[in-house]
């Protein structure tokens, strides 16, 4: 389901936006029969609260809605979203707005709450629709929650129906939608083309689920934006097993490509005029007699040599392929993002994207972009100071260092060694795991939105 906006056939409920602050200046400009009725709901302007104000005969001529006081604000998003999802049935359109909220973030939490993931069970529909509020661009807004829609989609499909080949048929829809080119590099192809790791790490997985790469372009004028995904559709760990409980969530982990796909969807609905390219290398990380071993040395499509330390750390191996392969050709940016390592949540938890930029200039636009576009980022260092503990010495590189300390680190300078110059790198959750407005549990984007935010400025579109 893709969320969009309802048309105004002039029929839609007048909607009022009021926070606590704001509420008895407002008030103070209705009927009396209304503030009395409000009083008599203990209506204030509450978080999530609604109230319906009724004509003589009992129809809605108004709602209003809750947003909250000046905490809610300062520690939530998308707080329209929350109401909303209270209102009844009908169709709704923004009139007064004395609480001054954004209305560019409103609308989008309006849409991105009604969201629904109803693959195998039947999901009630948001009752409430909005109208696009005057003044926001409703193309924009619509294409990035179309965008998000997508990626929690992928992320939320379990991995039997969601391995390599269905995440191919994925990116095949997209590519046919927007007329973008897709070339497919299947398994037995892997090692003939020099993608060695991905073949290693994807050559475990039953036949029917073996490893490929995905190549899709779009685009054919303006600067070159390459996007590379973590494509794991499924992680067991490799021969390093992982406990149960850190297995049960491994659907998400090729949340790194579905959020590249989100955000290539966005870039393509809305005809950026760049050259995009996205590389995702789709693999299983499954056990079988075939499985690589921990102790095994690896050779990159770059010829750097990787010890093998942890079969757990194969996110790393498939990307260090697929950026190599992207940095031989000129890209005026390179962006990739991965459910790569549990150190990045331990760092900052699951609502902040962490991520590394080899150019200040760039960390601070996307930083900015984050706060415009409700979508929370935070520079992490490439500390060049700890790239000796992804020297082991027998190899060039290791895919995991002892000791446990500053992994995500370590792993984007893992990845820093197959990139091109100018790089951006997320190590993103991809998972809600408590409803939040506009999030409901499961699958989410991270990242995506600041990204697209700030486009114009890292590409001077």
């Avoid at 978080?47 to 009724?54: D, E, F, H």
């Avoid at 924009?140 to 992320?155: F, Q, V």
């Avoid at 475990?204 to 996007?227: E, F, I, Q």
């Avoid at 979508?375 to 190899?395: K, T």
Wanted: with cysteine; proline share 7%.
């Amino acid at each position: 389901m893709i969320p969009t906006f309802a048309s105004d056939d002039g029929s839609a409920v007048p909607l009022d936006l009021v926070t606590t602050e704001c509420f008895d200046t407002y008030s103070a400009d209705l009927p009396e029969s209304h503030r009395v009725w409000l009083d008599r709901q203990g209506f204030t302007g509450g978080l999530g609260k609604i109230a319906l104000l009724p004509d003589e005969a009992g129809d809605i001529i108004r709602a209003i809605a809750g947003l909250g006081g000046r905490k809610d604000a300062e520690r939530g998003r998308f707080l329209l979203a929350k109401a909303a999802a209270q209102l009844p049935a009908g169709t709704y359109r923004i009139d007064a707005n004395p609480a001054d909220a954004n209305l560019d973030e409103a609308a989008l939490g309006w849409l991105l709450e009604s969201y629904r993931f109803g693959r195998y069970s039947a999901a009630p529909e948001m009752r409430a629709r909005l109208v696009a509020p005057a003044g926001v661009d409703a193309p924009r807004i619509e294409a990035i929650a179309a965008g998000e829609a997508l990626t929690r989609d992928l992320i939320n499909t379990p991995a039997s129906d969601m391995g390599p080949a269905e995440l191919e048929a994925a990116v095949s829809d997209l590519a046919r939608e927007f007329d973008a080119r897709l070339a497919v590099t299947p398994t037995n192809d892997l090692l003939a083309e020099n993608l060695p790791l991905i073949h290693t790490v994807g050559r475990a997985a039953a036949p029917h689920r073996g490893p490929r790469l995905l190549d899709m372009r779009w685009g054919d004028a303006g600067p070159k934006l390459t996007l590379v995904g973590k494509g794991v559709c499924f992680d067991t760990g490799g021969l390093n097993l992982k406990p149960g409980a850190s297995m049960g969530l491994m659907k998400k982990d090729m949340g790194g490509a579905a959020t590249v796909l989100g955000l290539a969807r966005m870039i393509m609905a809305l005809e950026l005029p760049i050259r995009l390219r996205v590389l995702i290398p789709a693999v299983e990380n499954a056990v079988s007699g075939d499985a690589f071993r921990p102790g095994d040395i690896l050779r990159a499509r770059n010829g750097l040599t990787v010890e093998i330390n942890n079969t757990d750390a194969e996110g790393r191996l498939v990307l260090a392929d697929a950026l190599a392969l992207g940095a031989e050709e000129d890209s005026d940016l390179t962006i990739s993002m991965a459910t790569l390592t549990g150190a990045a949540r331990v760092a900052v938890g699951p609502d902040l994207a962490p991520f590394f930029a080899s150019a200040d200039d760039d960390a601070a636009r996307l930083s900015d972009a984050a706060i415009r576009a409700a979508d929370p980022v935070w520079r992490m260092p490439f500390h060049a100071p700890y790239e000796a503990q992804i020297e082991p010495g027998i190899a060039d590189l290791d895919n995991a260092p002892s000791g446990g300390m500053a992994g995500s680190i370590t792993a984007a300078l893992f990845l820093r060694r197959f990139a091109a110059q100018r790089y951006v790198h997320f190590d993103i959750y991809g998972w809600q795991p408590s409803p939040a407005p506009a999030r409901p549990k499961g699958g989410v984007g991270q990242g995506a939105r600041a990204v697209l935010e700030a486009l114009s400025d890292l590409l001077g579109l």
